[in-house]
């Protein structure tokens, strides 16, 4: 599969497996859903292919074996269950694993995505292993957020930075791989995270981004019910909605911060009832912090209808 934006890194990595100059420890710098995953198993099937002259051919069962995650030298390791971290136990038992002899002859391989959720434990046993890594061993650390990441373990990996595709990159790789559809509506919603937007049907997302449209033009007014709106909205597809509450909220600051004409106004609401000829800018910006935050505790255990109620009011308080 071509992925553009992605070229480059792909041939860097070719060049080091060729010449011999394969690091042990890899930390691919992906914003989340432009490929960063991708890549990874595409690096996966580089060093474990059975076609050395035309790796990765995609075709041997190596090479599909890595596109299934079921090859036996190759280990995933992700948060598990409702976890939001990686644990300590997790790295130990890849460690122990990567100790072990390449069942097939070759590489033993471990991808950590996203790398940025290490617990501090679980950094400290990856970190040893990075220190006195085994022999024909790659460990490839997926992260849109490396920062997070201990400096001890940034400085012991070789960074590879995927840069965001631009929007017509995104927009000719859904076409090619998914069919033709209104994927621009995707984009516009969800950033540009193509691999992300391909999971999504984009009739779902244009109805979803209508219905949150005309709930918030009816929150000001008085015609929608804010308890309402959070109870239907919490039931399904809630981080969707809220990164259309997120789009509707930048794109009025950002109108607010550009249009030379508004003037302004210390209020304690985002809305005035009066249309866009006054915005309160601070508001918005707190209120987009309210979404950030809601999206981001999605995985713990809240009450996301009183959540989600308790920033829509936050709206038209």
């Not at 130990?92 to 097939?104: F, I, N, P």
Request: aromatic share 4%.
């Amino acid at each position: 599969m071509s992925v553009p934006w992605l070229e480059g890194p792909m041939r860097a990595l070719a060049a080091a497996r060729a010449a011999g100059r394969v690091p042990h420890a890899l930390l691919i710098h992906a914003a989340a859903g432009t490929g960063g995953e991708w890549l990874a198993s595409w690096s996966a099937q580089l060093l474990l292919c059975k076609s050395a002259a035309q790796a990765p051919c995609g075709a041997c069962l190596a090479c599909r074996q890595v596109a299934e995650q079921t090859h036996p030298d190759l280990q995933w390791v992700r948060p598990i269950e409702d976890s939001q971290q990686i644990r300590i136990e997790q790295i130990r038992e890849t460690t122990a694993e990567l100790m072990l002899t390449s069942h097939q002859g070759g590489y033993k391989i471990a991808i950590l995505s996203p790398a940025d959720v290490l617990n501090r434990f679980a950094a400290n046993a990856l970190l040893k292993t990075l220190e006195e890594p085994p022999l024909r061993t790659l460990i490839v650390l997926v992260s849109g957020e490396p920062s997070r990441l201990p400096a001890t373990l940034l400085s012991r990996c070789q960074r590879l930075r995927v840069r965001p595709p631009t929007r017509a990159q995104s927009l000719e790789w859904l076409e090619r791989t998914r069919g033709a559809a209104d994927w621009a509506s995707v984009l516009d919603v969800i950033g540009e995270a193509p691999f992300a937007a391909a999971e999504y049907d984009p009739a779902l997302v244009a109805r979803l981004r209508g219905e949150v449209l005309e709930g918030l033009k009816g929150l000001p007014r008085g015609g929608a019910d804010a308890a309402l709106l959070a109870e239907r909205w919490a039931r399904a597809e809630l981080p969707l909605r809220l990164a259309c509450i997120e789009n509707w909220l930048t794109e009025r600051i950002r109108r607010g911060l550009l249009t030379r004409t508004q003037r302004a106004e210390l209020r304690g609401s985002a809305h005035t009832g009066r249309g866009d000829s006054v915005i309160n800018t601070a508001a918005l910006f707190q209120a987009l912090d309210g979404v950030r935050e809601l999206k981001s505790a999605l995985g713990t255990p809240i009450n996301r209808a009183l959540a989600l109620e308790s920033l829509l009011r936050s709206l038209h308080a």
